[in-house]
């Protein structure tokens, strides 16, 4: 591979292992958030809103 | 009330399904032929550019928007648009999110049948008795229907068939018994087979096993650069197009995925680990297959007529194989199953995710269970799938995949952006971004969504539009132009339905937000 190719393709190659990696590893190791408490006023995430129409 | 109450089972599962919903066949078959018709290694840096200014805030506003919608029970878009919004119309808008899944996967299905048939005839052999037309003239002839090189009647029937049982039957099992757990399988074993393929397609060298050149001069080829082309626009326009579609966004999809999250779960780190994820398949193992393989056997100027010729999808299913062969018979075996199962995985990832919304849809508005919903999906496209099988070769399958998976996605994704910039606002999306987020998302962030990304994804529509002109205008068979109109009329209906479970809500005093 002539140098310029070299170049591009290793620093392309390198950055976006890197990156993919990092957050992926972050993902692995972040601890689960507790969900007993939804505080934000909306309702539950499982199951659709439901009012009186009246 | 919503049958749907599912969950994803861990977040690991729900980064890989997402990974998966973005990998696919373009992955390995659009990307290096854009690249190489795009100034080459300089390709990556208008294409990088794009992931930051597009691609990247795309994502935060699909999960954003799709966790927003689930924390009411939504889970497809035309509701989880209307629940951003009081005005009325933006339901329709959300009809993209189900037609677009809906009729890609129509054809996509199709296209990873194809994959299914050819581990089978890698397996079997098929392809080691042939020469090089011998397995080009293979692929014209299954999709031809009633012409076969194997003496298997309407093969691409039955494979298509199959593949969408196979799709139905996950789908049915649920987020975290179906998808969940394939993604997981997928996923890796994906990786694994393409950084087995990429090695092996580098280390090609000259005078060994029939090859004329070395694998690292595809490479050389492929990355060298030429800086002037990153001045000319209709670069930056395929670079802006190649991370629109290897994303998976303004589909519908990632909305739907997204909505089965709960209030406070991350969505920053998760959209980051997803698309990074792609990009890593895209660019590190999508550069490293097709392009020095076909190189290591046909020079620089017979892969250059042959991407001319038959494009990525020609080089995938009509030449590897072929190249595969000069191996030797057990290595030709596991490379074709390694490169259509990394193919297959990288479909059935994708079609899985296009079947959620669907399903979802019936769920919330209809009160069906998930069993008869993904079949009723499975049904829908195999009535709308039948036409792109029996007129392949009248251009119906290009059609769908101009019309649906091109167009539309732009469109759709131009409005989603609008409105979660400027209609529901930037304050309450960041707000949304950044909720629960385990990363701190640059605040950059927030004036690349509200100003570029509307600008860049205007700039690719309008950039398409000479495109559509001739699309439009040309001269086609009338299968095509049927196509056409059964394309439209599927908006529509879907339209018409979406308008009547709107005004069932009403009734049931169901609100959307």
């Given at each position: 591979?002539?140098?310029?190719?070299?170049?591009?393709?290793?620093?392309?190659?390198?950055?976006?292992?890197?990156?993919?990696?990092?957050?992926?590893?972050?993902?692995?190791?972040?601890?689960?958030?507790?969900?007993?408490?939804?505080?934000?006023?909306?309702?539950?995430?499982?199951?659709?809103?439901?009012?009186?129409?009246t | 009330m919503s049958t749907n109450t599912e969950s994803w089972g861990s977040r690991v599962g729900l980064v890989l399904a997402m990974a998966g919903n973005a990998v696919g066949l373009g992955n390995f078959l659009r990307f290096p032929v854009q690249a190489i018709q795009n100034g080459g290694g300089s390709f990556i840096i208008p294409y990088l550019t794009c992931f930051l200014l597009m691609g990247l805030p795309l994502l935060?506003?699909?999960?954003?928007?799709?966790?927003?919608?689930?924390?009411?029970?939504?889970?497809?878009?035309?509701?989880?648009l209307d629940s951003m919004t009081k005005q009325n119309f933006w339901k329709y808008i959300g009809v993209f999110g189900l037609f677009t899944n809906l009729a890609v996967a129509a054809y996509y299905c199709y296209l990873e049948s194809w994959t299914v048939a050819y581990i089978y005839h890698s397996l079997v052999g098929t392809f080691s008795t042939l020469n090089q037309d011998g397995v080009a003239d293979f692929f014209s002839n299954y999709t031809t229907l009633n012409t076969t090189t194997t003496g298997i009647p309407y093969e691409a029937v039955?494979?298509?068939v199959l593949c969408l049982i196979l799709n139905t039957y996950i789908l049915s099992r649920g987020l975290s018994g179906g998808i969940e757990k394939v993604a997981k399988i997928g996923m890796p074993l994906l990786i694994l087979f393409g950084i087995i393929l990429a090695i092996r397609a580098v280390t090609l060298k000259t005078g060994s096993q029939g090859a004329i050149a070395n694998g690292t001069d595809g490479l050389n080829y492929l990355w060298t650069p030429d800086f002037k082309s990153i001045w000319t626009p209709s670069v930056w326009l395929a670079a802006a197009g190649q991370i629109f579609f290897?994303?998976?966004?303004?589909?519908?999809?990632?909305?739907?995925?997204?909505?089965?999250?709960?209030?406070?779960?991350?969505?920053?780190?998760?959209?980051?680990?997803?698309?990074?994820?792609?990009?890593?398949?895209?660019?590190?193992l999508g550069g490293a297959v097709v392009i020095p393989i076909t190189v290591g056997y046909f020079g620089i100027d017979?892969?250059?007529?042959?991407?001319?010729?038959?494009?990525?999808?020609?080089?995938?299913?009509?030449?590897?194989?072929?190249?595969?062969?000069?191996?030797?018979?057990?290595?030709?075996?596991l490379a074709g199953v390694f490169w259509f199962g990394l193919l297959f995985f990288a479909g059935i990832t994708s079609s899985l995710a296009m079947g959620t919304p669907i399903v979802g849809f019936l769920q919330d508005e209809f009160n069906w269970r998930r069993q008869p919903a993904a079949w009723?999906?499975?049904?829908?496209?195999?009535?709308?799938?039948?036409p792109t099988v029996i007129f392949f070769n009248q251009g119906v399958f290009d059609?769908?995949?101009?019309?649906?998976?091109?167009?539309?996605?732009?469109?759709?994704?131009?409005?989603?952006?609008?409105?979660?910039?400027?209609v529901f606002g930037i304050d309450k999306g960041w707000k949304e971004i950044n909720d629960g987020a385990d990363i701190k998302v640059p605040i950059i962030f927030k004036y690349i969504i509200k100003y570029i990304t509307p600008l860049l994804i205007g700039f690719v529509f309008i950039g398409s539009l000479p495109g559509i002109w001739a699309q439009i205008t040309g001269e086609y068979?009338?299968?095509?132009?049927?196509?056409?109109?059964?394309?439209?009329?599927?908006?529509?209906?879907?339209?018409?339905?979406?308008?009547?479970a709107y005004r069932k809500r009403l009734k049931e005093g169901r609100f959307t937000s």
């Open positions: 591979m002539n140098t310029s190719a070299l170049i591009m393709y290793l620093v392309a190659n390198i950055t976006v292992t890197a990156i993919t990696i990092y957050f992926f590893f972050k993902v692995l190791n972040t601890p689960p958030k507790s969900h007993q408490v939804d505080d934000d006023g909306y309702p539950d995430a499982h199951g659709p809103k439901t009012f009186d129409a | 935060f506003v699909e999960w954003s928007m799709g966790r927003f919608g689930g924390k009411y029970g939504h889970h497809s878009t035309p509701f989880i039955i494979f298509w290897t994303l998976s966004v303004g589909m519908g999809s990632i909305h739907c995925y997204a909505s089965y999250l709960r209030a406070k779960d991350d969505v920053a780190l998760n959209a980051m680990s997803a698309g990074w994820m792609n990009e890593f398949v895209e660019v590190v017979g892969m250059i007529e042959l991407v001319n010729r038959a494009g990525g999808l020609g080089l995938g299913f009509r030449t590897l194989p072929y190249l595969f062969q000069q191996w030797g018979p057990v290595l030709s075996v009723a999906f499975g049904f829908m496209v195999l009535l709308l799938g039948l059609e769908y995949d101009y019309w649906v998976g091109t167009v539309s996605l732009v469109i759709f994704a131009l409005f989603e952006i609008i409105l979660f910039a400027w068979p009338w299968q095509v132009h049927a196509s056409r109109a059964l394309l439209l009329g599927i908006w529509i209906a879907i339209a018409l339905v979406v308008n009547y």
